[in-house]
């Protein structure tokens, strides 16, 4: 019998083997018709049980995540959707919260290959389907075969053109609209906010917390022209905040009191609000306990994640200015001294994402994520000349080796400090290895338990 290691192996150089050897390209990777055809040669998979989608620029996987979470604990089977994993691709097919085994995913991959050449033979001019078409199709398969009752999926990259757009969602989920992947999705947030509305369709809630009105009167206008009913933050969707650390949430003409919330942060009460928003469109009978346990025990690794004490280490992958903002403002108020360790991906805004980091630290080490695939790392020098140019009595030390950067932040750290290592959701995956081994979590998969219903995404 193959080890859980060597199908992992298989699985993955599988999927490797579909990633082009040239960088990403908006005009080859964007497009419909591979992920279409595939899916219909699978029998449509995605279609046979309803879904919930969920896009937007920042808090869209912990809206996703929460909102699976709710309606685990309302009783229902969930399927949940995201990208990128941190560490072992098994993280984006969850079923109530519990990462699909290896042996799953390597069954199901098999089938498909051949309908992978079909595809890229049927459809010379698009090539074969990509390496993320192919894990969203996944997902569905597995979603399918595991008969859910319902599946959340978070949207990839931008909307209108994304794979994950075949889906007949029930709930669209707007999450936030702001500058990221500019090169791609457009310069200003109005074009931004067109992408991201595309995955509006007819006869579905619609639910947004992007309140700037350049992006929100575009979202406002594509659901009117659908037809559909639009809850919006601050209207039929709100929140307060109490003096016991609990959160009462209002949801169109429904209270949701004395919320806990699982997840770190004060950013994730307002993507705790979304999720409470898009689980209630779903079911109109949700009930108080299933938003009360869903939130309270639900975690998502690399967001605000501790990962250990004295000192404690956070670990959070804000890659964008409107991240580093809300990841920052939550470190606001701490009196320990604080080591950040960055890293980020070539083509981010890295200057203005440092801004709302850099106030916040008192030392600095800058690093590099090691990954195969379609992105390259902003290289440690760059990095460090940037935060010489922005705060120029700043202490600065390059180490490129993510592992070297943690222990070197572990040997001068008191035990009352604080490490905060963020920039990149793939340096948190490089990282979070030092304290949580790809070999383990493979290892746990494939477990009896694997596919067993939990809300506690822990081990993400």
């Given amino acids: 019998m193959i080890s859980p290691i060597k199908q992992y192996e298989i699985l993955n150089q599988h999927l490797v083997d579909l990633i082009p050897k040239f960088k990403f390209s908006a005009a080859i990777n964007l497009k419909l018709e591979r992920i279409e055809r595939l899916l219909a040669l699978l029998d449509n998979p995605h279609r046979k049980y309803p879904t919930i989608h969920i896009g937007g620029t920042s808090g869209k996987g912990s809206t996703a995540t929460m909102t699976a979470a709710i309606l685990t604990a309302a009783g229902y089977k969930t399927g949940l959707h995201t990208s990128p994993h941190l560490q072992i691709l098994n993280e984006r097919h969850r079923i109530d919260g519990t990462i699909a085994p290896t042996s799953d995913l390597l069954r199901l991959l098999e089938e498909m290959l051949p309908l992978i050449e079909q595809v890229g033979q049927e459809l010379p001019d698009f090539g074969k389907p990509s390496y993320f078409e192919v894990q969203f199709a996944l997902s569905c398969c597995c979603f399918a075969e595991q008969k859910v009752d319902v599946a959340v999926v978070e949207v990839g990259l931008g909307g209108s053109l994304d794979s994950t757009n075949v889906l007949p969602a029930r709930v669209a989920v707007v999450t936030s609209v702001g500058l990221d992947h500019t090169e791609i999705l457009g310069d200003t947030l109005a074009e931004i906010a067109q992408n991201k509305a595309g995955i509006i369709k007819p006869?579905?809630?619609?639910?947004?917390?992007?309140?700037?009105?350049?992006?929100?009167?575009?979202?406002?206008?594509?659901?009117?022209?659908?037809?559909?009913?639009?809850?919006?933050?601050?209207?039929?969707?709100?929140?307060?905040?109490?003096?016991?650390?609990?959160?009462?949430?209002?949801?169109?003409?429904?209270?949701?009191?004395?919320?806990?919330?699982?997840?770190?942060?004060?950013?994730?009460?307002?993507?705790?609000?979304?999720?409470?928003?898009?689980?209630?469109?779903?079911?109109?009978?949700?009930?108080?306990?299933?938003?009360?346990?869903?939130?309270?025990?639900?975690?998502?690794?690399?967001?605000?994640?501790?990962?250990?004490?004295?000192?404690?280490?956070?670990?959070?992958?804000?890659?964008?200015?409107?991240?580093?903002?809300?990841?920052?403002?939550?470190?606001?108020?701490?009196?320990?001294?604080?080591?950040?360790?960055?890293?980020?991906?070539?083509?981010?805004?890295?200057?203005?994402?440092?801004?709302?980091?850099?106030?916040?630290?008192?030392?600095?080490?800058?690093?590099?994520?090691?990954?195969?695939?379609?992105?390259?790392?902003?290289?440690?020098?760059?990095?460090?000349?940037?935060?010489?140019?922005?705060?120029?009595?700043?202490?600065?030390?390059?180490?490129?080796?993510?592992?070297?950067?943690?222990?070197?932040?572990?040997?001068?750290?008191?035990?009352?400090?604080?490490?905060?290592?963020?920039?990149?959701?793939?340096?948190?995956?490089?990282?979070?290895?030092?304290?949580?081994?790809?070999?383990?979590?493979?290892?746990?998969?494939?477990?009896?338990?694997?596919?067993?219903?939990?809300?506690?995404?822990?081990?993400?």
């Fill in 203 to 460: 006869n579905q809630t619609v639910i947004t917390g992007a309140t700037e009105p350049e992006a929100y009167d575009v979202i406002a206008r594509r659901a009117r022209r659908m037809e559909n009913p639009l809850w919006t933050l601050g209207a039929e969707i709100d929140f307060e905040e109490t003096s016991d650390d609990s959160v009462n949430f209002y949801v169109n003409g429904r209270t949701y009191f004395g919320i806990e919330m699982g997840m770190v942060g004060s950013f994730q009460v307002l993507n705790g609000a979304l999720a409470v928003a898009a689980a209630q469109a779903f079911d109109a009978e949700l009930s108080e306990h299933a938003v009360l346990e869903g939130l309270r025990n639900v975690r998502f690794a690399g967001r605000m994640e501790v990962v250990q004490t004295a000192p404690t280490v956070i670990l959070d992958g804000a890659h964008n200015p409107d991240k580093m903002r809300a990841a920052a403002e939550s470190l606001a108020y701490t009196s320990s001294r604080v080591i950040g360790i960055i890293g980020m991906k070539l083509g981010k805004d890295v200057r203005e994402t440092l801004i709302y980091a850099l106030p916040h630290l008192d030392e600095v080490i800058v690093t590099e994520f090691k990954l195969q695939g379609l992105w390259e790392a902003v290289s440690a020098e760059t990095l460090a000349a940037t935060v010489q140019e922005l705060t120029p009595n700043l202490p600065v030390t390059i180490e490129p080796d993510v592992t070297a950067a943690i222990k070197h932040a572990l040997a001068i750290a008191n035990p009352a400090d604080m490490i905060w290592l963020t920039g990149s959701l793939y340096l948190v995956g490089n990282a979070r290895q030092y304290w949580y081994p790809n070999e383990q979590l493979i290892t746990e998969a494939e477990l009896p338990t694997a596919f067993t219903a939990t809300v506690d995404n822990s081990q993400g």
